[in-house]
């Protein structure tokens, strides 16, 4: 019985010891218990450390378990590194091809969006992940050509590259996006922005695009061709964006049509915008109908292009989204738009519509205005007349409206929410005074009322309640603006522009000599007395022309380190032109004519105004020569000396300025 005994405990001891030997085989650390592999840990702090700023692996410390690090992911059972999220994590600098980032073999999801690679190209080694599924450089500053190597990755299931158009530029070779796609089979989302495809061959490259596709968006891409009909037709795409498709710089001209026949879409996102893709509004409204959001501006529709043509859209129910500037319809909007009951932002813009926005139908109408959901109403540049119907007014959750360059008349009504965040109704007819309701919206940051016929005397010190005020035009109206009550300097904290040309305005705000975020004033056509007053050093872009200013420019102008645009024509200013406003390197417009400056123009004034594109100096009593360092401004076009006493020989030099337009 011992003997039995003892032969069965030598059993479970060996099961035990193998049990444990098979259990620290498959432990990655022998040492230290860390989940995280040594070799993947030591190559994320080599990849890292070659960067110049890193805020977001503050948490990455040699010595400690990598797995936990902000960013990464590991497998739970083998432990390698599988995911790396660096989002907005400060990396900048140049990715190489021997970065240690590509020994991370076993790494399924790279995202390194919202980064600053300097411009450099993609490395091709980036082709070297086998596993990789999501791969995404969302403004990550890449440039160059998209590596060919980067349709090796034959598990990629969601792409997203794109790219910077004003700095970085990204370009595709003619053959690689028909690689992909052949040998992406599992792929669902391709996102690919600002990259140039003009030298790519739609029809070929997706010949065998994959079926499990659900998003495709090559948005400002420069498409150039046919784009072809099998892709409208894949049976799991919801969401298609073709987007400005010609654009400039790619130049692209993206046709086609839409499938005629046989075409039952899931699409839920559509955007056609600025392409030549011809469409049949009803067939595709028929076709399509789970379409949320559309974008049809500037659009090839087959068929008459008028506002009958839009009656269509009623098939789709769901609508939440809809952007159909610039096709110039023509005919009175739709009324049918008001039973959208889903419809969050609409846009009509530019197209030629007539007569007056649609009132809200009163008999057997199962929905009142109060029930509509619109967020944003832009029906600008329009020929729309007649008055604002009272169902805009009362919209529960208005937060963009936009009536601007109409013929609207009539008064502005008092807002029943208090939602509003942009505001513009300038360049209408529209009369009357502004209502109480605008000086209670809290959020409001944006108003435009310009170029209307608003009266009555109107107190500055009202809008001082907005605090998240950024944008206020006023001009041209028939009101008369006050700021005589008003001296605080710090109720328009965020305040950088504002607009009060031709307000009846008779003295200066001087409150706004410190305000420190103002950056464009337009006091134009009032009748500002006294000296050129003394305006805040945020100050670029400043108008004062037709006022009855007097006195010499003031030394304080030539602190003003961004100025870009300086009018103060039609003035009875004067004094010798400060030769320190040659100090000013961002200076474009100086306009100083129909004064009274006399004495030379300073000769060394414009050795250092390379971006000067506009000198306007006629109509005072300049004498002397014509300075020779204006051959100095390399961009100036416009030139206007005329009515002084300049005395010279006739300027043959100016020849050497290439962008020169204008000689008075």
């Known amino acids: ?134 791969l995404s450089l969302f403004f990550a500053n890449f440039s160059g050509y998209i590596p060919e190597e980067i349709s090796h990755l034959s598990k990629l299931s969601h792409l997203t590259i794109f790219g910077n158009i004003d700095d970085c530029h990204f370009l595709m070779g003619p053959f690689v996006l028909k690689k992909m796609l052949q040998n992406f089979t599992n792929l669902m989302e391709l996102t690919m922005n600002n990259i140039d495809m003009s030298g790519v061959e739609l029809v070929s490259s997706f010949m065998n695009v994959s079926s499990s596709l659900t998003t495709l968006d090559l948005y400002q891409c420069g498409l150039r061709g046919k784009f072809p009909e099998n892709v409208f037709r894949l049976p799991n795409l919801q969401e298609l964006r073709l987007g400005i498709n010609p654009y400039s710089p790619f130049s692209g001209n993206l046709t086609g049509s839409l499938p005629m026949f046989n075409w039952s879409s899931p699409l839920w996102y559509l955007d056609l915008s600025d392409t030549k893709i011809s469409i049949d509004l009803p067939y595709m409204c028929s076709s399509a109908k789970s379409l949320q959001i559309l974008f049809l501006s500037n659009c090839s529709f087959k068929g008459s292009s008028n506002s009958a043509m839009l009656t269509n859209l009623t098939q789709l129910v769901e609508l939440s989204v809809l952007v159909i500037n610039s096709n110039n319809f023509g005919g009175h909007i739709p009324l049918f738009f008001l039973n959208l009951q889903q419809l969050t932002i609409l846009y009509l813009s530019g197209n030629n519509f007539v007569g007056k926005i649609p009132e809200f139908p009163k008999a057997n109408s199962s929905q009142s205005p109060l029930q509509l959901n619109l967020e944003q109403l832009i029906i600008s540049d329009n020929l729309l007349s007649e008055s604002i119907p009272s169902w805009v007014y009362s919209l529960p959750h208005l937060k963009y409206l936009g009536l601007n360059n109409n013929k609207l008349i009539g008064p502005i009504k008092e807002f029943h929410s208090k939602s509003l965040v942009w505001l513009n109704l300038g360049s209408n007819k529209l009369h009357g005074q502004i209502p109480n309701s605008i000086f209670q919206q809290k959020n409001l940051g944006n108003i435009n009322l310009s170029h209307n016929s608003l009266d009555g005397v109107l107190e500055l010190s009202k809008f001082s309640m907005l605090k998240n005020l950024r944008r206020l035009d006023l001009s041209f109206n028939n009101f008369t603006v006050s700021t005589n009550k008003y001296s605080n300097n710090d109720s328009f904290p965020q305040l950088f522009y504002l607009g009060l040309a031709s307000c009846n305005i008779s003295e200066f705000p001087y409150f706004l000599r ?99 594109r506009s000198l306007h100096l006629s109509n005072n009593h300049l004498d002397g020569s014509l300075p020779r360092s204006l051959r100095s401004c390399q961009s100036l076009e416009v030139l206007d000396v005329g009515n002084n006493k300049i005395n010279d020989t006739f300027p043959h030099w100016l020849e050497d300025l290439p962008m020169l337009r204008v000689l008075v």
């Open 1 to 134: 019985m011992e003997y039995w005994s003892s032969c069965l405990m030598f059993l479970l001891t060996l099961v035990l010891l193998l049990s444990q030997s098979l259990i620290d085989s498959s432990t990655p650390s022998p040492s230290n218990n860390f989940l995280c592999h040594p070799a993947e840990s030591s190559a994320l702090l080599q990849f890292i450390n070659s960067f110049i700023i890193n805020p977001k692996t503050v948490s990455w410390k040699n010595g400690t378990d990598c797995c936990l690090w902000d960013g990464v992911s590991c497998d739970h059972i083998s432990g390698h590194v599988i995911g790396l999220d660096l989002s907005s994590g400060g990396l900048q600098g140049p990715l190489h091809s021997n970065s240690a980032l590509f020994s991370l073999i076993h790494l399924q999801t790279l995202i390194l969006d919202f980064n600053d690679f300097s411009c450099s190209p993609i490395p091709p080694e980036i082709g070297s992940f086998a596993n990789m599924k999501t």
């Open 514 to 612: 410190n305000m420190k975020s103002l950056v464009i004033v337009d006091l134009r056509s009032n009748m500002i007395e006294g000296p050129l007053p003394t305006v805040p050093p945020s100050m670029s872009i400043f108008f004062i022309s037709n006022n009855a200013l007097s006195g010499e420019i003031p030394s304080t102008y030539c602190n003003l380190s961004e100025l870009e645009i300086l009018d103060v024509s039609n003035n009875s200013i004067h004094g010798k032109i400060p030769s320190c406003l040659g100090n000013k390197f961002s200076l474009s417009v100086l306009d100083l004519h129909t004064n009274n400056f006399w004495g030379e123009i300073p000769h060394d004034m414009f050795e250092k105004l390379t971006n000067l």
